[in-house]
């Protein structure tokens, strides 16, 4: 069996400066151990602080003598020991996560207790799953066990791009609590504004737009805020404390703004004793240990419904593959996570052949048992796709829209080839259509965006770097961006469009975002399969898209 890992033989100034890939082969099963293959595992700010040594809970499972790292994942069980088939806790197929921290979820496989792994219902969204436990569970216990909170109060929090801020949001919401969420200055502001108020953030701010409201503004406004939910400490602590009301609590639970624990918090005679103002640390591990396993367990079980009946939504992640370029994405995850000048999805590995979800809910349509027309639209297609299998079901619509998605990659457009598929992709990250982005990004790569970190920075939205991405690529992004979040694109961004583009191109900016919008939403709802892997698939692309290819290399020779 060929597995791997990421590992590190030590802490470093850097989080992936001592991290290594290894290949490995699982050992042999023992009493009551279960072998696990790893679906999808997170990248989360306490695995950077692991890295960094500043995290207090260390990895428990090592190879060749280093750390395996990784908290928090969603695996399926491959095969168990005949004792655990006894006990019948757990069989193969079961979908689990981890039970408690440090199991090392950064690899493919892993041979562990029973114990240590709790089956959960196959409905669970699985990028939902791998991040239960770091991430959905603090959110809850901030508000459950931290402050005692009624219906209308207000929580104030920073680091809210974040995945803990986010599913806080979600319960705060269920609670019929309100947020004020707040975030570091930065250019792409309006757009986490939207993205952040979409998911339910009642107030999204800037720390400089905190700090130039004054204290005790939104008190005068008549919002009791009681509770503030700091993961930053410093500066950023401070500013949040002085919006509390009376008898409020503050929590502090990370460090990112400090990550070597060297600076403080202001803390005033007005905040401690006329204002009579709680001051906490958070342990997850403590809390946690305040519950017995069969508590958790229930707890764990709980979050998994209410993901299951759409109460609780994964906040936007980038989905990649497992791989050893894994280890280059980490290094720019964390660089964001430490610096906290972007806006970026938390990355996400999967492996289990890219099976992040795998429900289809349409049958797929086999051209053999077809109707000629509907036959006929599919055997003229480069590649077997299930998409447009599941497209067949419509076999009225299917033929035209054939011919019309087809005019979308036609090299005869006044959209160069590179402008197309940061239209498609931009719209793919947008809308979290996994499938749509795995089929396209291989055609990106034989068009010029060949690397793991120009397809990183697309699927994010930063396409500030000049030596990537030109002005047209940026403006395409913003139209794309302004039609998944508003509807409608901007006058502003409309005339700079005309201007830049020309009328052809920008029409034919927002007519591909209309197909492949309409194609993202028709996935997800149908719960599409990822496709097999096709043999020789990139020399296929080149072939196929030989003349946009050529095309493309002359329009840059322009430039």
Known sequence: MSASALAFDKVGSTPTENLHFHHFDPPDLQHNEVLIEMIAAPVNPQDIMVLLGRYPVSPSFKIYEESIPGYDGVARVASVHPSVLTNGTLKPGDLVIPTRHGVGTWRTHAVLPANLLLKISPEVDCRIAAVLRMGVTPAYLLLEDMAVLRPGDWIIQNAASGVIAQFVTQFAQIRGLHTISVVRDREDIEQLRAELQSRGADIVITQSELEAKGAASFEKEGKRIMLALDAVFGHSGSALATQLSPDATYINYGSLGDPQGTVGIQITQQQLFWKQITFKNFRLTQCLGMRSQAQINDMMTWFGELAVKGFLQIPRVETVQWSESVIDLIRLQSEDILRGSKFTSKIMASWDNREVTNRHLLPYVDAESAPPEVAAALNTLPFQRNIFKLLANAQVNFPPFMKLLATCWNPDLSLRSSEYQVTVLRTASLLDAPYEWDVNE??????????????????????????????????????????????????????????????????????????????????????IDFDPPIPGLEDKLRKYNAVAIQKEKEAAAQD
């Open 442 to 527: 291989p055609v990106a790569r034989v068009l010029g965006f060949d690397t793991d970190e120009k397809l990183h920075l697309i699927r994010i939205g930063d396409l500030s770097n000049t030596q990537f991405f030109t002005p047209r690529h940026r403006l395409i992004s913003q139209m794309v961006f302004q039609l998944v979040h508003d509807n409608v694109v901007s006058e502003a961004t409309m005339r700079q469009a005309i201007e830049l583009l020309g009328n052809a191109a920008t029409m034919e900016v927002m007519m591909i975002h209309g197909v492949y919008s309409m194609l993202a939403r028709i996935m997800n709802s149908v719960r």
